[in-house]
Each structure stands twice: as structure tokens, then as C-alpha cells.
């Protein structure tokens, strides 16, 4: 049985993968009276005094709301919020097993950016964080930025912040292992959706000055005719030289590529074309858009893909669990740029000088030390950053 059958043999047994389970015992009469009426009166009554209690007096402070439309599932695309539940519980899967936090789907019957915006902001006064899931772009940006500016608890796009955050920790270590800096190095994007977006923002950040982003029609640049509001901002602050052209253009004579695009898009010759020791994070799945082989074949130095059947797997659970483990911890007011980077350099950090090596830049997907060492840190930059509450 191939996993696709077994995937759904399984799902047929479980019904679902999540399940509620009470924290309060309820085997007699004394113990309903203080877990529900009369005694729960006397919690509400705190929580209605000090809004800050429902999150010593609630599940709250470690409850974080998974949400999607729909509209951007896995590859899928748009199939509709019933159709992303599978994938939302099994990131809330993801949320408690690498990070023991609780998380809860929800599917929003909705592409309407102001009704989407609404119904989350009335609902987030039950969560300590709301993850943003496979909505498509531009609307997850406008969503994302509304919801931060209402809320007063952490909003986090994973497909934006989550992938730049792994890719950042990847880029680090593959620098290292061909001994290059972030700021010495022209890096190349093809894919300038969410995802493509927030890692340019993101390498921005760390320093990498000369990013150049693709998407179909080729290099993004001020004259390019199919810009939306998000290339064009981002547009703004990359492609210093003005380039212009195909992704082969792009990628002539640069340091490293990145891939959240589209299978097959990048042949043999274009890495050829590349400077020696080229590093190749190719992360379109399940097809990259070079193979591993192919790519070393063609003289690439490091090759990551986002699959955990080639090294170098660049998985987004690095990142999100232990992102929202650090600000649950501190009862942060929002997961900012400094925690971003934070968690980027932690991830990084686990590879030691010895271990670092062309086929391990990166942690394992189930390597313990990831969430504690994610959290830590996000939390300890959460603090020096001002957004903490305790």
C-alpha cells in the first residue's frame, strides 16, 4: 500500500485527529460544583475584574487557533475550508507534539478579507495566538497586517514566517560550509507568492543586501507589467542593480538559489551558470524544482529541498512550534522581526562546527533539542524587544 492509500485508510480509522480531553476531573458532585456551577462563578468573576486573568484562569495561555480559508492548500490550491481541515489538524497535530501547544482548527467559509479579519478578531479572545494557514496571496498579507494592528496576541503567517525562518537557518549553515557571509552574496528567489516574499524580507534582515526575485514572467523589476502591491513593495527594496530578463538571467554568476516555486524549473545549464560552490535550497514540493542529484551533479556545493527523503529537509516544524512555545511562554503581544531572527540563529545553532556538512545544515525534524532551543530564544528576544507581558 502506497502512502496515499494508507493516508486515507488512516483517516477513515481516526475520524479525525484531534480530540478534546478534560483537565478536570468529574467523578462527583463536589468536583462538578467547582469545575462548573456554583464554584466556576467565582474565575469568571476574576476574569471580568482583570482581563489579564484569562490567561492564568483558562486554557488560554497555551491555546493558539490554526485558521485557513481554504484557498492555498499544501499544492493543492484552492479546495475549499472543509477540504483544509485534514491539513489543519494535523498541524495543530504538529503544534502539540513539537511544541506542547494547544491548537485548534478553524475553516472560515470566506474569501472576503474584511469578513475574514472580523471573525477571527471576535474570536481571539479565547486564544493566546492565531496561526495563519494556507491562504493564498496577496490577501494573506492584508489579513496578516489587519489582524496585528486588532489583536493583542501573537498573528503569524506560517507559509510567510515559518518557511523564511527555516530557510534563514539553512542559508546560515550552507554559508558556512562553503565560507561565504550573508553579506557578501547574491541570492536569487524564484517564486515571489507568500512565501517568496517573507524569506527576501526575512534574508533582508539578516544582512543578505542582493536578493533578486522571479516569478512567471520573469525578473521582478519596477517596469515588470504583472506587479501586484506586494512585488512591488518588495520590488523596492531588492534587484538593486535593476536587472531584468528570465530566471536564467537571474541566476547567472549568483551565490545561491531558492526555490518555493514550481517542479522543473531550473535546469542543469542554470546551475552551471552560477559561481563555484553554489548553494541550491530548491523547496517546491513534492517536486523540486531541481533534483538533488542533478543539482550536485551540476556543481552545486549544498542542496536542501523540502523533502525528508533527500538531506537537508527544510520544514517548516523547526520553526512554528517552538516560535509559539517562546511567545506563549512570555505572553507576548506579537511574534516581531527580532524573534524571527532569533529563531533562525537557534535552529542554526544546533549544528556544530563538527557535525556541519554539505548533506546536514540543518536539524532533523524530530531532533528534541529544536523546540526547546527555539523557544528559549524567542522568548529571550521577545523580552529585549519589549513585546513580553511576563
Request: with cysteine; glycine share 8%; hydrophobic share 45%.
Amino acid at each position: 500500500m502506497d502512502t496515499k492509500q494508507l493516508a486515507m485508510e488512516k483517516h477513515y480509522q481516526w475520524k479525525g485527529k484531534l480530540e478534546v480531553v478534560s483537565r478536570a476531573s468529574l467523578t462527583d458532585s463536589e468536583q462538578l460544583s467547582i469545575a462548573y456551577t456554583p464554584g466556576v462563578a467565582e474565575p469568571c468573576l476574576a476574569i471580568s475584574k482583570d482581563y489579564s486573568k484569562s490567561f492564568e484562569l483558562t486554557r488560554r495561555w497555551n491555546m493558539v487557533a490554526v485558521v485557513t480559508d481554504g484557498t492555498a492548500v499544501l499544492g493543492l490550491g484552492d479546495i475549499g475550508p472543509e477540504a483544509g481541515m485534514p491539513v489543519m489538524e494535523g498541524k495543530c497535530c504538529l503544534f502539540k507534539e513539537f511544541g506542547d501547544v494547544d491548537a485548534f482548527p478553524l475553516c472560515i467559509r470566506s474569501k472576503d478579507v474584511d469578513e475574514i479579519v472580523r471573525t477571527i478578531y471576535l474570536i481571539s479572545g479565547s486564544f493566546g495566538g492565531i496561526n495563519l494557514e494556507d491562504i493564498a496571496a496577496p490577501r494573506c498579507f492584508e489579513i496578516e497586517k489587519r489582524l496585528k494592528e486588532l489583536c493583542d496576541i501573537p498573528v503569524f503567517h506560517d507559509d510567510q514566517h515559518g518557511t523564511a525562518v527555516v530557510t534563514g537557518a539553512a542559508l546560515l549553515n550552507a554559508l558556512k560550509v562553503v565560507g561565504k557571509t550573508v553579506d557578501n552574496i547574491r541570492c536569487v528567489i524564484n517564486g515571489a507568492g507568500s512565501a517568496g516574499v517573507a524569506i527576501a524580507n526575512h534574508l533582508l534582515k539578516m544582512g543578505v543586501d542582493d536578493i533578486i526575485l522571479c516569478d512567471r514572467s520573469g525578473i521582478l523589476c519596477e517596469s515588470n507589467p504583472e506587479m501586484n502591491e506586494s512585488k512591488s513593495e518588495i520590488c523596492r527594496r531588492t534587484n538593486k542593480n535593476q536587472l531584468k530578463g528570465s530566471l536564467a538571467d537571474a541566476m547567472y554568476k549568483a551565490d545561491v538559489f531558492i526555490g518555493v516555486s514550481a517542479p522543473g524549473v531550473v535546469s542543469a545549464d542554470m546551475i552551471k551558470s552560477m559561481v563555484e560552490k553554489p548553494i541550491v535550497l530548491a523547496m517546491s514540493n513534492p517536486d523540486p524544482e531541481i533534483y538533488p542529484d542533478v543539482a550536485v551533479e551540476a556543481g552545486a556545493a549544498v542542496v536542501g529541498t523540502g523533502r525528508s527523503d533527500f538531506p537537508n529537509q527544510i520544514n517548516n516544524v523547526l520553526a512554528f512550534p517552538g516560535i509559539f512555545r517562546g511567545a506563549l511562554d512570555v505572553r507576548a503581544s506579537d511574534i516581531n522581526e527580532d524573534m524571527q531572527l532569533a529563531a533562525s540563529y537557534a535552529i542554526a545553532s544546533l549544528i556544530s562546527d563538527s557535525e556541519l556538512n554539505p548533506e546536514y545544515i540543518i536539524p532533523k525534524a524530530f531532533d528534541v533539542r529544536v523546540g526547546k532551543t527555539v523557544a528559549q530564544a524567542v522568548a529571550a528576544a521577545a523580552r529585549k524587544s519589549g513585546v513580553a507581558r511576563i
